[in-house]
């Protein structure tokens, strides 16, 4: 096994700039396996709207594994507490194997929860709660709410409901503490790839044009046939969102494409908003130029590890 002082190494970057290919190539360098971070990846029969580029897992004839990918039916609202919980099954599963996990995706919620060990449980409704704190006001609320702890965040006091809802979760939390996730110790290696704007753009646009010529539409169609509803798909968004309102004739095929092509940019561009976020508050990505060789590449990583 490679010797790192790194238990986790972290591929991440905006959507179309080839984190899967690296992740596979350095994962078949280095003895390691890929956890998906990716939020819709985790759905089955949603591969080409939501990129699942299965051979790109493929390198010199061995398939390199991947966790986290094809585990719920569409319809299924997935979030970051079950993620988490996956997260620590699949990397457990991985190093007891000698393995390198090596987290690979764009949903910038999932690294952040993974590498800093958010320490995150579920939380059921509670109605009888709901009920007995709908007789207070807002500013009542927001004081038995700052009993639990200090009001930092504005948000979960803006109306009744999300200040209802917060103090149900703190309320939960203070009385089951034993339930939270015991998350392992990362210690983790963050690899950016990215693109000028430009690229980005016309690298999305190219993309976009190839899943629509390779499938796409039939995709979604045949999500629908198969009983999903439609208003589930629509909520997954981007590809599925815009794809099944031209299935339903509210919009047409060159309103689609162009909606689509701006809401992936706009997506894009949130990515890296969430990335900057990240450095921001003291995480350090190392970042690569996407034109850099993929051979080049992991040879940069690997010196970092």
């Known amino acids: 096994m490679l010797q790192?002082?790194?238990?986790?190494?972290?591929i991440l970057g905006p959507t179309a700039v080839g984190k899967t290919a690296i992740a596979a190539n350095l994962a078949y360098k280095i003895n390691g396996e890929i956890i998906s971070a990716d939020s819709r990846q985790v759905y089955k029969n949603m591969d080409i709207g939501t990129g699942k580029d299965y051979n790109d897992y493929i390198i010199k004839k061995k398939k390199i594994p991947c966790y986290l990918i094809d585990i719920h039916n569409p319809g299924y609202k997935y979030n970051v507490y079950e993620y988490q919980k996956d997260f620590i099954n699949a990397y457990n599963k991985i190093t007891r194997n000698n393995k390198i996990p090596i987290l690979c995706g764009g949903t910038g919620l999932y690294i952040e929860s993974v590498v800093?060990?958010?320490?995150?449980?579920?939380?059921?409704?509670?109605?009888?709660?709901?009920?007995?704190?709908?007789?207070?006001?807002?500013n009542e609320l927001a004081n038995i709410l700052s009993k639990f702890k200090k009001l930092h965040n504005k948000t979960d006091i803006d109306t009744k409901k999300r200040v209802i809802r917060a103090i149900e979760i703190e309320k939960y939390h203070f009385e089951h503490k034993e339930e939270f996730l015991d998350f392992p110790k990362i210690n983790y290696l963050l690899i950016g790839i990215k693109f000028d704007r430009q690229s980005q753009r016309s690298r999305i646009t190219k993309r976009?044009?190839?899943?629509?010529?390779?499938?796409?539409?039939?995709?979604?169609?045949?999500?629908?046939?198969?009983?999903?509803?439609?208003?589930?798909?629509?909520?997954?968004?981007?590809?599925?969102k815009y794809i099944t309102m031209y299935i339903l004739n509210k919009i047409s095929y060159n309103e689609m494409f162009s909606k689509l092509n701006t809401a992936i940019h706009q997506f894009a561009k949130r990515q890296m908003t969430w990335f900057r976020k990240m450095e921001k508050q003291g995480l350090k990505i190392h970042w690569i130029d996407g034109y850099t060789p993929i051979e080049e590449k992991i040879k940069i990583i690997q010196e970092k590890l």
């Open 4 to 10: 790192t002082n790194y238990n986790l190494i972290v």
């Open 116 to 138: 800093k060990g958010y320490r995150m449980m579920q939380v059921p409704p509670d109605n009888k709660l709901r009920e007995e704190l709908e007789k207070y006001s807002l």
């Open 208 to 240: 976009l044009k190839q899943r629509l010529n390779n499938g796409m539409i039939d995709e979604v169609k045949n999500l629908i046939k198969s009983g999903i509803n439609p208003t589930d798909l629509i909520y997954y968004g981007l590809e599925y």
